[in-house]
Structure formats: C-alpha cells, structure tokens
C-alpha cells in the first residue's frame, strides 16, 4: 500500500477519533469521513484501471489488494445503511411509553446541539410498531431491594457508567459508550412496587443521530433478559 492509501487511512481513522475525543461534532464527523472513504474507493479503482491499461501486472496486483482494502470501510457503511433501513428512525426507547422513565442527571451531561431527551407521541406510535416486544418487566418473585442491587449489578457488569441512582426512588441513570465511534446513550431505569410485584421500566436514548440503528431497543431487550434471568 503507497503512501496515498496509507493517507487515506490515517484520515478515516482520525475522523472517527475527531468525533470520540469531541474535536469535531458529529455531522462534521461523519461527513468527513464519508468523504475520506469515497475519495479513497476512487482513487483505488482509478490506480486499479490504470495498471491495468498500463499493463503493469504486478503494479496491478498491488492495487487489487489495495482496492479490496478500501471496500472494507464501504461495505461497513453499506451494512450501516441497511441497518438503518430495517429500523424505525427514532433514538428514543422506553418500555412505558405513555409514561417513560425521566432523565434528571444526563441533562447536564448533553451538549446543546444533542437530541432533546422530550419524549414524543410519535416516538411512542413508531415505537409500538416496531419493537412491540419492548415492555416493562413484573417482577413477582422478588423483593424492592433485591431488585434494585440486582439492577445495580448488571448495570456494572455490562460496562456502563452509573451517574445517579436513588434507592427510595427506584431510580437509577447510566450511561453506555460503543467502541469505535464513542456514541453515547444515556439510560434511565425505574422500579416500583406495585401489588402484583417490582415493575422496571428502561429508556435508552442516543445523544444524536436520527436512528440508533436498533441499539437501543437491543440494549433494553438484554438488559431485561439478564434481570429476569436472576429473579
């Protein structure tokens, strides 16, 4: 790979750190680096084309690999693009949403330019046709306080931030980080006792972006599963 190509990686890689250690904001992130990644499948095709005119084999051998390089970062933003077509385009999810768990601590933690953590009627509507499987869970079995220690528990164990909890409350918000991108979601968590059992209720909600790719609902689904496991 040639010094060009070499340059084309290097400026993928710090658009995408740009953005994780908030030197650049997200439209300006990702747009920079789908410019990086077309200009670079371009210029891989363009040198492929020409060795091959050229008639230089191993030339062209050296831009074949180079050109199936360079489909790697396409072919990831054509998986993101098909995800997003499979998912409704909200960032917002919550297992009552007539009623949603609020955010209290993550407000201070948001940048202006974020989403807004108001959760719409049409969010819900979108919502309940996507992910009708996303509801509260009953917990009939066990205690308030064993609940919550449980709650607090695969919160830990899953990596996520923990920035405010109140056990009286039933109250608890963290917040989860992907590993490329540093996409941030904040989740909030709510139990309450109720005479058929504990009932928790999650929310999860990216900081940006249109569509959370299905992230969030994803999220809520193993957190609960994790939690009815061991209750």
Do not use: C
């Amino acid at each position: 790979m040639n010094l060009v190509h070499y340059s084309f990686l290097v400026l993928a890689a710090a658009a995408i750190a740009s953005y994780r250690w908030q030197l650049l904001g997200f439209k300006w992130a990702i747009g920079g680096l789908a410019i990086v990644v077309l200009a670079w499948l371009l210029v891989a095709l363009g040198s492929v084309f020409y060795s091959l005119f050229m008639r230089e084999r191993g030339v062209f051998t050296d831009n074949v690999q180079v050109l199936v390089l360079s489909l790697l970062p396409i072919a990831t933003t054509v998986a993101l693009l098909w995800a997003i077509n499979q998912v409704p385009a909200i960032a917002d999810i919550s297992t009552d949403t007539d009623d949603p768990p609020v955010f209290v601590r993550a407000l201070a933690l948001r940048q202006p330019t974020d989403n807004p953590l108001g959760y719409s009627i049409v969010n819900s509507g979108k919502q309940r046709d996507a992910y009708p499987d996303i509801q509260p869970l009953v917990i009939v079995d066990g205690s308030f306080d064993r609940v919550f220690s449980r709650v607090q528990h695969i919160v830990s164990q899953r990596g996520w931030v923990l920035i405010h909890q109140e056990r009286a409350k039933g109250v608890l918000e963290a917040y989860a980080t992907s590993p490329v991108f540093g996409f941030v979601d904040d989740i909030s968590i709510r139990l309450r006792q109720t005479p058929e059992g504990v009932i928790v209720d999650v929310r999860s909600a990216s900081r940006v972006g249109l569509s959370d790719f299905g992230a969030n609902a994803k999220r809520i689904r193993g957190f609960l599963h994790a939690l009815s496991e061991d209750s």
